[in-house]
């Protein structure tokens, strides 16, 4: 790994720290060749402290330390991408990332997804909402939506038209979102299942 440390003067370069298991980014830090190799050494990341003007290794004091994974240059070889395992909140203020946010792997649409169905469940206005009237109805009436949906992508499966088997697949995953949240559940929960399957 070619990393240039001189490119800007003072012989630091960035390190974006990732979560490896999450994908979320945790923290921003500098590295010099001493920090770069303490890191690789000891399977802890260490910084150059510049306010403290040494090595750091992050947790030194907390002991949320941050356990190597991988270490990956940038095309220009002047920023680190390292993936990491957190042990405990990263920011200093005891939060998960220094940017205040929740270390959770996150779906994208599909964890938006969740989040507007919780919202529409704790809606006042029922009357206005598919999923807060479904809801209303029940978890008996919830499964059976999934029920019916699953039956309707198997008979679009066997058919031509991939519009109507993704129109139904979609309502499938929706209604399922739904009833794993009746059950209080979320996706994540499904997910940690299979990763424990492999």
């Excluded at 306010?51 to 356990?67: A, F, H, I």
């Excluded at 203020?93 to 169905?117: R, V």
């Excluded at 979320?186 to 990763?195: A, E, Q, S």
């Amino acid at each position: 790994m070619k990393i240039d440390f001189n490119k800007n003067n003072d012989g630091l370069i960035p390190a974006i720290i990732q979560d490896a298991q999450t994908k979320t980014v945790l923290m921003l830090g500098y590295m010099n060749a001493e920090a770069l190799e303490k890191t690789k050494a000891t399977n802890l990341v260490t910084f150059y402290s510049r306010s403290k003007q040494r090595l750091w290794t992050k947790g030194e004091e907390s002991g949320n330390v941050l356990n190597l994974v991988s270490i990956k240059n940038d095309c220009d070889n002047d920023t680190l991408l390292i993936t990491v395992n957190p042990k405990g909140p990263t920011c200093h203020k005891g939060t998960d990332t220094c940017w205040a946010e929740s270390n959770t792997e996150d779906y994208g649409f599909i964890s938006k997804l969740e989040n507007t169905i919780t919202s529409r469940i704790n809606s006042a206005d029922a009357e206005k909402s598919y999923v807060a009237s479904l809801f209303k109805k029940g978890i008996n009436k919830i499964a059976q939506k999934v029920g019916e949906e699953a039956v309707e992508v198997v008979i679009e499966a066997k058919d031509n038209n991939d519009e109507l088997f993704l129109n139904e697949s979609a309502d499938l995953l929706f209604h399922y979102l739904m009833l794993l949240q009746a059950k209080g559940y979320k996706l994540n929960d499904v997910v940690d299942v299979l990763k424990s399957r492999r």
